[in-house]
């Protein structure tokens, strides 16, 4: 493959760091769980950083590094010159012709930005699913409906395309949990992918389109808050787009929360209510998610650190911890698009840390608050490491599995049905022609 980028471009973009504090320490490669992957040709962070210092952008364009980085932020944090290393990989990606990005990243952003999902997912089929969904719960917690496009609502919530299109059921666990809490929320009914594969892309005119159409949709519809996505480069994307949008009109400011507020401030209030015994007999731990942990706190003074675990002990006796752990916790190797990129040999030797450390915590169940955290550690370090004997959860699966969920009124119920009766009219969804 040949680029296409000029030396104009070079300049512009080694311009934007000062290579010279690089000390060739080697702090960043030996802190990257990326080093000596397969199919590297012998490249790692430090020699990166070096090819760049020396003009050598095309060469570093041209290879696969930058797409094996998951932007963890471990070299950044260790980085002795204060190079940030991991925004630089996130540009480098934005210098590769859009052609020839790897895998379905860059079909499933443009997807995004024309059908509003990742998957192509069309509006009718979206809107069945929710309503036939619906249906199902509905039968264990009556009353129960996905309220879409609802105006004035608390919350705002928005679904990721792979649990849209195939792992249905993952989507009950945050149901669960909002109608417990009688809590106020909605879907929208278009743009409702929670996944930013422009984030994972170097498109930044794509994340900043994305992270728009969240606030135009917030204003619109008179929402109060935003949960961020689980998702952590959904959640991280869309903060950096937002952060720009505001910047340039500070009308663009929207409220928002992170799922770990939420959650601490549901159990707090006594808006839902848990038992413990749901999980008795195993012992847990709770996996840091990048995006979530020290690139947010990094980036925008905040990570979530303390908050789970608070969230994972008030529904479990047994908990312990990995080594390491927080800010220096080990990426998954799932991170930055790797999960679904044609790179697996590789991510999985990135995530050879992660295997070690769950091993060694002796741990049952692996919590997460991510995604692709998820999928990685469920899917792809069983394929390739043996005896993973532990279970993975999400965060609020946990929660949702400890749930003791007080019935509604028969008033509520009644109301809810009609509320949901309305909204599939007026969406167009016939539910007397759902099949089960």
Not at 98 to 105: H, Q, Y
Not at 378 to 392: G, N, Q, S
């Amino acid at each position: 493959m040949q680029s296409t980028h000029t030396t104009n471009n070079k300049l512009t973009f080694l311009d934007n760091y000062d290579f010279s504090n690089c000390l060739v320490c080697g702090a960043c490669a030996n802190g990257c769980p990326t080093t000596g992957a397969p199919a590297l040709d012998g490249l790692d962070a430090r020699k990166v950083m070096r090819m760049l210092a020396n003009g050598l952008v095309d060469e570093v364009i041209d290879s696969n590094f930058p797409w094996l980085c998951t932007g963890c932020g471990r070299c950044t944090s260790t980085c002795p010159g204060g190079l940030d290393i991991t925004s630089i990989m996130a540009h480098l990606k934005s210098l590769r012709p859009r052609e020839d990005v790897p895998g379905s990243l860059h079909k499933g952003m443009v997807n995004n930005l024309e059908t509003g999902n990742n998957l192509g997912i069309s509006k009718e089929d979206y809107l069945e699913g929710m309503a036939e969904l619906g249906e199902e719960l509905a039968e264990e917690l009556p009353g129960f409906h996905v309220p879409v496009d609802k105006h004035d609502a608390d919350i705002l919530f928005f679904p990721n395309s792979k649990e849209v299109y195939g792992d249905f059921e993952d989507q009950y666990w945050w149901w669960k949990i909002f109608y417990a809490a009688k809590e106020n929320w909605t879907v929208p009914s278009e743009n409702w992918e929670a996944v930013d594969w422009a984030l994972f892309t170097g498109n930044d005119a794509g994340n900043t389109e994305l992270a728009r159409r969240k606030i135009a949709y917030m204003k619109e519809f008179d929402i109060t808050s935003l949960i961020m996505p689980d998702c952590g480069g959904g959640s991280y994307g869309f903060r950096k787009g937002m952060t720009k949008l505001v910047a340039q009109d500070p009308a663009n400011e929207i409220g928002f929360m992170y799922l770990y507020d939420y959650l601490m401030d549901l159990i707090k209030t006594g808006r839902i209510k848990l038992d413990k015994s749901a999980h008795a007999g195993k012992t847990f731990t709770f996996h840091d998610s990048c995006k979530h942990g020290r690139e947010l706190a990094r980036n925008f003074g905040k990570g979530y650190f303390d908050e789970p675990r608070w969230i994972v002990q008030q529904c479990v006796d047994n908990f312990v911890e990995l080594t390491p752990n927080r800010e220096k916790n080990y990426c998954c190797g799932g991170g930055g698009g790797m999960w679904p990129m044609p790179f697996e040999d590789q991510s999985a030797w990135h995530a050879r840390y992660k295997n070690e450390q769950i091993k060694q915590s002796g741990a049952n169940v692996v919590v997460v608050g991510c995604s692709n955290c998820r999928d990685q550690i469920m899917r792809r370090i069983p394929k390739y490491f043996d005896d993973c004997e532990f279970e993975v959860k999400y965060l609020w699966q946990l929660v949702a599995e400890a749930l003791v969920i007080e019935p509604w009124s028969n008033d509520m119920i009644e109301k809810a049905k009609a509320d949901a009766t309305a909204q599939w009219d007026a969406l167009g969804v016939d539910l007397d022609s759902q099949e089960y």
